[in-house]
């Protein structure tokens, strides 16, 4: 007989060859992490092995992040100073022309070849990091303080929310009397707007602290 609460174990390495659903799976699966739940329902039963987790994609792996660490980095250098692995890689700032180009053909590529004889090469690897996790580094500066601001919000809204259930239920337990007499006052419905007034102080002092 099956049972939910001691299910059977499953086989060991059971992604095989299979490589991280995330990228595959929408939006709204992506933040609920629902892309997870083959492998949560792997470790229930057993504990997990190394065999038991996906493959990452090629441009998540560590070879391929160094390899677009070390183009942007070296573009940035000068091309006498580039490993000579990558010289066919990157582009260089003067072409060298070919013996049998006429003198005319010479002439008219000086101008482009004096153009890119004035680049500047700054080797900054600061540059190159840059370029390279630009998207991810900048994602997570805007995500830090939306997280930030929502450790601090919470409690706050869930203390709101509290108080207001309370002086809800406590009125609502008064007899038609009490309530007549104006024992206790009706507690106003909260709203987006009055959430909003409650924290705005408590934020604003919170950054100006920082």
């Known amino acids: 007989m099956f049972n ?7 086989p060991p390495a059971f992604p095989g060859d299979h ?8 939006i709204l699966l992506r933040l609920i992490i629902h892309w997870l739940s083959p ?6 039963p057993r504990p997990l092995e190394k065999e038991d987790l996906w493959q990452l994609p090629q441009k998540h792996t560590t070879g391929s992040v160094t390899d677009d660490v070390e183009i942007n980095f070296y ?4 091309p006498e100073q580039r490993p000579f692995p990558l010289r066919h890689k990157l582009p260089n700032d003067a072409e060298v022309p070919d013996s049998k180009e006429s003198l005319d053909d010479a002439e008219n590529r000086a101008p482009d070849a004096k153009r890119k004889s004035t680049i500047k090469y700054d080797s900054s690897l600061t540059k190159a990091l840059h370029r390279t996790f630009f998207v991810r580094f900048w994602s997570a500066g ?15 809204v869930t203390k709101l929310l509290l108080t207001w259930l309370t002086e809800s239920y406590d009125y609502y337990c008064l007899t038609d009397e009490q309530r007549v007499s104006g024992v206790m006052e ?4 909260i709203s987006i707007i009055k959430i909003t007034f409650v924290l705005t102080p408590t934020l604003r002092v919170r950054f100006c602290k920082r």
């Open 75 to 78: 573009s940035r250098c000068p």
């Open 142 to 156: 805007v995500c830090k303080p939306v997280g930030d601001t929502l450790k601090t919000a919470t409690p706050l």
């Open 186 to 189: 009706r507690p106003k419905g």
């Open 4 to 10: 939910l609460l001691h299910p059977p174990p499953s």
């Open 39 to 44: 492998l949560l329902s792997v470790g229930f």
């Open 19 to 26: 490589v991280l659903p995330e990228q595959d799976t929408t």
